[in-house]
């Protein structure tokens, strides 16, 4: 048996990173050769409100009343006594105005809002002399459901299905008028703005008005130079999305990824998603193929070929705070050849579970955390085999992935903090290790430049926002979507025996670059990086200069 170099194996890593996914990125988006693997994608970060609940109504009497010696709340199920006593104490015992019986139940009806009501009243009647304040509490409730907008035509069943969900809670809580709405924004090509008015005749009971926006059919593509030398470092994709093709909720999608020498490999990849149940769960099932060609420039041949399946449930839904459990299992089938020197024949099938936490204050901070444990599987055909180490198919690994952003000096400048880590006691399958190089961590070094069964890599940036700048014309509303910013970031692998020295390695690089917003949906990424820290096994490369441009679906 021949023993190849480290840099051949990488060869053969960076092609099954392609299939795997590459690591979380924070500047620079997806683009088509991202599968979406439940250990390697983003947790997201921020959400908007989803709607405005109605104000309380707050009705005082006109004359001077008291003075009184307790209080009656009439209605308010869902207020806590003891928190309303203290509310209520410093008006007891004196004689109280117009304006500080509206003081009053301002300050009570706030309860009910640090309660979690989406709808609420409290209403202050005419006061008897008796010495007793009494305030009538109405827990509002959705009492009629709207939908408008761009509704002709269209299955509406799940919007429906949701805002049933809503109709259904008494009262209607703010986390759940959130969850809903959230959830209804999450359902692909739909954008629902949600209202509530009050209705005449029922007491606390709000019309729930929907207005819905639709975009069946979508599309993306993308031109950069994040590959490699073996597979080219100038690659593109296009990619298309067709939305509720067989009914509300679900989404299919296509792609193509090529490198400018189209002899060197193909890529075709495509995924459809569905809605199970009406409470956000969801399924989604893909598949990704990968040829590899050899050519004049590379001596890399053979296929991968991808499938997975992924279920998914929000357990925690609002604007500020999101859970969000998967599992799912992932099947892949490669052979490929280095020729002459290195064959990496693999076959795993991994069992995934996991979990996001996201939170945010809607304003300066928003953080999430993913925490994945892996299962391999030594069912149906699974092997390992690569010339240079053995493994076994059976492995287990924890993967986290952590994102934190936040606003300094009012917004003028934006901090994101990134960090990802893997842990396992065993030698991995080439499509599991962990990898530092590319857009997210050791971004001066092409994708995968060193791998480990575990690793740990971090990076931290500093984004100023071009938003400042004044209105004036086309171009520099273009430089106000935009943004400049500076980072550092650092990995380190560990590869378990058997392996060739060195076992361990690591990479750190720095550097600059640009965000630009040129339309909706369409960016373009201009980066500068330098290496800091060089890998043992990988020679410097100088400046690495990035040119990505992508319009995302």
């Given at each position: 048996?021949?023993?190849?170099?480290?840099?051949?194996?990488?060869?053969?890593?960076?092609?099954?990173?392609?299939?795997?996914?590459?690591?979380?990125?924070?500047?620079?988006?997806?683009?088509?050769?991202?599968?979406?693997?439940?250990?390697?994608?983003?947790?997201?970060?921020?959400?908007?409100?989803?709607?405005?609940?109605?104000?309380?109504?707050?009705?005082?009497?006109?004359?001077?009343?008291?003075?009184?010696?307790?209080?009656e709340?009439?209605?308010?199920?869902?207020?806590?006594?003891?928190?309303?006593?203290?509310?209520?104490?410093?008006y007891l015992g004196r004689r109280l105005g117009r304006e500080e019986l509206q003081r009053l139940a301002t300050e009570v009806g706030g309860q009910y809002e640090e309660g979690g009501l989406a709808?609420?009243?409290?209403?202050?009647?005419?006061?008897?002399?008796?010495?007793?304040?009494?305030?009538?509490?109405?827990?509002?409730?959705?009492?009629?459901?709207?939908?408008?907008?761009?509704?002709?035509?269209?299955?509406?069943?799940?919007?429906?299905?949701?805002?049933?969900?809503?109709?259904?809670?008494?009262?209607?809580?703010?986390?759940?008028?959130?969850?809903?709405?959230?959830?209804?924004?999450?359902?692909?090509?739909?954008?629902?703005?949600g209202r509530l008015d009050p209705m005449g005749g029922a007491a606390g009971a709000a019309r729930l008005v929907l207005t819905v926006e639709r975009i069946n059919i979508v599309y993306g593509f993308g031109i950069d130079n994040l590959g490699n030398r073996s597979l080219g470092?100038?690659?593109?994709?296009?990619?298309?999305?067709?939305?509720?093709?067989?009914?509300?909720?679900?989404?299919?999608?296509?792609?193509?990824?090529?490198p400018t020498d189209f002899r060197r490999f193909t890529f075709f990849t495509a995924s459809h998603r569905a809605p199970i149940g009406t409470d956000g769960a969801s399924v989604?099932?893909?598949a990704n193929h990968l040829q590899t060609h050899e050519t004049r420039r590379s001596s890399l041949e053979g296929?991968?070929?991808?499938?997975?399946?992924?279920?998914s449930y929000p357990v925690i839904r609002t604007a500020d705070e999101n859970l969000t459990v998967s599992a799912g299992l992932d099947v892949l089938e490669t052979d490929q050849l280095l020729t002459g020197l290195i064959?990496?024949?693999?076959?795993t099938r991994v069992l995934r579970a996991g979990a996001t936490y996201s939170l945010s204050d809607g304003a300066t901070r928003a953080g999430a955390v993913s925490l994945v444990v892996s299962q391999g599987l030594d069912i149906a055909g699974a092997r390992q085999r690569l010339e240079f180490f053995y493994g076994d198919p059976s492995f287990t690994k924890a993967t986290a992935v952590f994102a934190f952003n936040q606003a300094l000096f009012d917004g003028t400048l934006v901090l994101r903090v990134r960090a990802a880590g893997q842990l396992t006691g065993e030698r991995l399958p080439s499509s599991e290790l962990f990898t530092v190089g590319g857009v997210q961590f050791g971004r001066a070094f092409s994708a995968g430049s060193i791998a480990g069964d575990t690793?740990?890599?971090?990076?931290?940036?500093?984004?100023?926002?071009?938003?400042?700048?004044?209105?004036?014309?086309?171009?520099?509303?273009?430089?106000?979507?935009?943004?400049?910013?500076?980072?550092?970031?650092?990995?380190?692998?560990?590869?378990?025996?058997?392996?060739?020295?060195?076992?361990g390695d690591r990479a750190a690089s720095a550097g600059f670059g640009t965000n630009i917003t040129v339309a909706r949906n369409l960016f373009l990424t201009l980066e500068a990086a330098r290496a800091i820290v060089e890998p043992r096994t990988v020679p410097g490369e100088g400046w690495r200069f990035v040119v990505a441009f992508r319009r995302e679906i």
């Open positions: 048996m021949i023993v190849p170099s480290l840099r051949h194996a990488a060869t053969l890593i960076a092609a099954a990173i392609l299939l795997a996914a590459a690591p979380v990125r924070a500047q620079l988006g997806p683009r088509v050769f991202d599968t979406n693997r439940l250990d390697t994608r983003a947790p997201r970060l921020g959400e908007r409100a989803p709607a405005t609940p109605i104000a309380p109504a707050v009705v005082a009497e006109d004359r001077e009343a008291g003075p009184f010696t307790r209080v709340i009439s209605g308010g199920g869902s207020l806590d006594a003891l928190r309303v006593q203290g509310v209520v104490r410093p709808i609420f009243a409290l209403l202050v009647p005419r006061q008897g002399d008796d010495g007793v304040l009494r305030l009538q509490a109405v827990e509002g409730t959705v009492g009629d459901i709207v939908i408008q907008g761009d509704t002709e035509g269209a299955d509406l069943s799940l919007i429906q299905a949701y805002a049933q969900r809503m109709a259904a809670e008494r009262p209607l809580r703010r986390v759940t008028l959130e969850r809903y709405l959230l959830l209804m924004n999450d359902i692909p090509g739909r954008r629902v703005i470092n100038v690659q593109g994709f296009v990619s298309l999305g067709l939305n509720a093709l067989f009914g509300e909720g679900d989404s299919t999608r296509i792609g193509y990824g090529f989604t099932v893909s296929e991968a070929l991808t499938a997975s399946v992924l279920f064959a990496a024949k693999e076959a690793g740990y890599a971090g990076s931290l940036a500093l984004a100023l926002p071009l938003s400042f700048l004044p209105e004036a014309g086309s171009v520099v509303e273009v430089l106000r979507r935009s943004e400049i910013y500076g980072f550092v970031d650092y990995g380190r692998t560990l590869a378990h025996r058997p392996v060739p020295a060195p076992r």
